[in-house]
């Protein structure tokens, strides 16, 4: 067995750890992470950084990467060393000794607080060579499509800590959880050996009958383990079992749930059959036997519970479409009836406005159309030429005096806003046309707004 390597903990300064942490932080998003986004997350100077940095490199804490991208990515060694500061600085363990376990997915190391007392420490290493189809076993990347194995490690200790906190308070014989932080789990350590290690026992269909009813008792409140067997069975010098490694445990609600149960079932019974030579004489348990008194699954949202609430959810999204298209169409037929009573109406308001535009034009007052025309050349001189057709058939009528006064006030109108229309745009030319002297360009534009006005 080998040793955790912890000597340099204590040599570390708290300007490694930022410089750590902001490696962490970093590879949230970046699978390599610049040098220069470091130093700002770890609000250290660049030329301190970097010092630190290569440091860190020689111990194997982190590793340079010159790929298309130059930058640092954190490795095993230095995640360790963060979680066991972090488990130091809460006071949870205070030495790290041997280590007494090895599996496809973890470390297993004995630790001991400042007291004395002995724990074990498990530490999970998600992505070595023996099992490296997680994505395929497990549920952790749930809507992610691909992740570094340093959080994947991280998200297994958090659901093994969740599940074992859980059924130690419900009276389950597992190992009490003490803390959890990064991809480390701090847990009771348990006095036993692995079933797989037990040559003899006094009374196997004891210890058989035993162990189906901790599986039966697990599915009648809503889990299932998915890996029990042999090496996650510890046994004690009295033959009592206590069971270990929970990360892969579902839902019963699971689509596949019941090959999970048999699949449980049947290796624990050829476990006794091959080692023990000891069969049992009644019937296996059966999933579907098994009356659900407990929604543990759903408190620590285990694998399939999730689905069972999805699909409540969608039975309520439709009970709503349902009522929303019942009022949609009630909404219809009542905008439809008043559409049909308002027909009546609507005529009268057509047949009142073709009475309205049916007025002729010349009963309309002058003073109302004087108002709505615009102030360019061409409608001033249309206006005009208009009112003097209205002169020439008006003469020999006999015309009143009032008339004649708003017909000269309209002339004098219209005249005074084509002049000032004619100055703003002998402003303007004057602006743009060249001219060799001030005073030759000023007398040609005066001649040419003169020339205008006379031909006006």
């Known amino acids: ?120 420490l498990k530490i999970h290493r998600l992505g070595r060579t023996s099992f490296r189809k997680v994505k395929e076993k497990r549920d ?93 069975i510890i046994i004690s010098d009295e033959d009592k079992p206590t069971l270990i490694d929970f990360p892969q445990m579902v839902s019963t609600s699971h689509p596949d749930a019941a090959s999970y149960f048999e699949r449980d079932v049947h290796c624990v019974a ?26 543990l699954d759903v408190e620590v949202n285990a694998s399939g519970a999730i689905k069972e609430k999805s699909a409540g959810v969608e039975e309520e999204n439709e009970g709503e479409e349902e009522e929303s298209k019942e009022f949609e169409c009630s909404l219809a037929s009542h905008v439809k009836g008043i559409h049909i009573t308002d027909e009546d109406k609507l005529r009268e ?30 409608d001033t001189l249309e206006y005009i030429s208009d009112s003097e057709e209205y002169e020439s058939s008006s003469e020999g009528e006999e015309t009143s005096i009032a008339s004649k006064d708003l017909k000269k006030q309209v002339k004098k109108t219209t005249l005074k806003k084509h002049h000032a229309h004619l100055k703003q745009s002998s402003k303007k030319s004057q602006r743009k046309l060249p001219t060799s002297s001030g005073r030759r360009g000023q007398k040609g534009n005066r001649l040419k707004i003169r020339q205008a006005l006379s031909d006006w």
Request: glycine fraction near 6%; proline fraction near 4%.
């Open 140 to 232: 952790y990347h749930r809507h992610r499509q691909t992740t570094s194995w340093l959080y994947l490690s991280r998200l297994a200790a958090q659901k093994e800590y969740t599940f074992m906190k859980v059924l130690h308070e419900r009276g389950f014989p597992v190992p009490q959880p003490m803390d959890v932080n990064r991809h480390c789990v701090v847990m009771e350590l348990i006095n036993g050996y692995p079933l797989c290690q037990v040559r003899s026992l006094s009374k196997p269909e004891v210890l058989f009958n035993t162990l189906m009813a901790l599986l039966v008792r697990l599915a009648s409140h809503g889990l299932l383990h998915c890996d029990f067997n042999e090496f996650n």
């Open 270 to 295: 050829e476990f006794f059959s091959k080692r023990f030579q000891w069969r049992p004489d009644e019937a296996l348990p059966s999933l579907n036997d098994i009356m659900k008194v407990a929604s």
């Open 1 to 120: 067995m080998g040793r955790l390597d912890v000597s340099l903990l204590r040599y570390l300064t708290s300007q490694d750890f930022r410089v750590l942490t902001g490696v962490e932080m970093g590879m949230k998003n970046h699978e390599i992470v610049p040098a220069e986004l470091i130093s700002s997350i770890a609000g250290i100077r660049s030329s301190g950084c970097y010092k630190i940095l290569r440091e860190l490199a020689k111990h194997r804490l982190v590793t340079y990467e010159h790929q298309k991208v130059c930058g640092y990515r954190l490795t095993n060694a230095g995640y360790d060393y963060l979680a066991l500061r972090a488990l130091v600085s809460k006071d949870v363990i205070y030495s790290v000794g041997n280590q007494i376990g090895v599996g496809k997915e973890s470390d297993i190391y004995i630790v001991a607080d400042a007291n004395g007392t002995e724990y074990a």
């Open 349 to 378: 308001n057509v047949s009142e406005f073709d009475s309205i535009s049916s007025i002729p034009l010349d009963e309309i007052p002058l003073e109302s159309e004087d108002k709505d025309y615009v102030n360019n050349k061409e």
